[in-house]
């Protein structure tokens, strides 16, 4: 089993920054690809960012030349840096570690203020 812990998320005015973290433990060897997802209110869960154990990165359209993920083996935490941050960004933010099983972190809110 993998267990995934996201701390980081705030409240934060339009344009600012915010870095959320998401620590692995447990059966990290068997990690694919981690990613971080979100859901606004009313909206189905959607990807945000991935990153693969070859350390190939995605985004979505939505976030991409704003957000990065990015990873420290040595601590076996990725992180989602967001900046240039928008009100539609305001969600609950989900860490994901694809195991071959899907292991979800608690979440974290994600506000954003005009």
């Known amino acids: 089993q993998v267990q995934l812990v996201e701390s980081g998320g705030g409240l934060v005015q339009a344009g600012g920054s915010l870095r959320l973290s998401c620590a692995a433990s447990?059966?990290?060897?068997?990690?694919?690809?981690m990613g971080w997802y979100r859901q606004a209110p009313g909206k189905r869960r959607e990807l945000v960012a991935i990153i693969t154990r070859g350390g190939s990165t995605s985004y979505a359209d939505s976030v991409k030349g704003r957000f990065t993920i990015s990873r420290d083996n040595t601590k076996n935490t990725v992180y989602l840096q967001m900046n240039s941050l928008k009100r539609e960004d305001t969600a609950v933010y989900y860490c994901?570690?694809?195991?071959?099983?899907?292991?979800w972190g608690q979440g974290t809110q994600v506000t954003v203020s005009s």
């Open positions: 994901n570690a694809d195991a071959g099983y899907n292991y």
């Open positions: 447990g059966s990290i060897f068997s990690i694919n690809a």
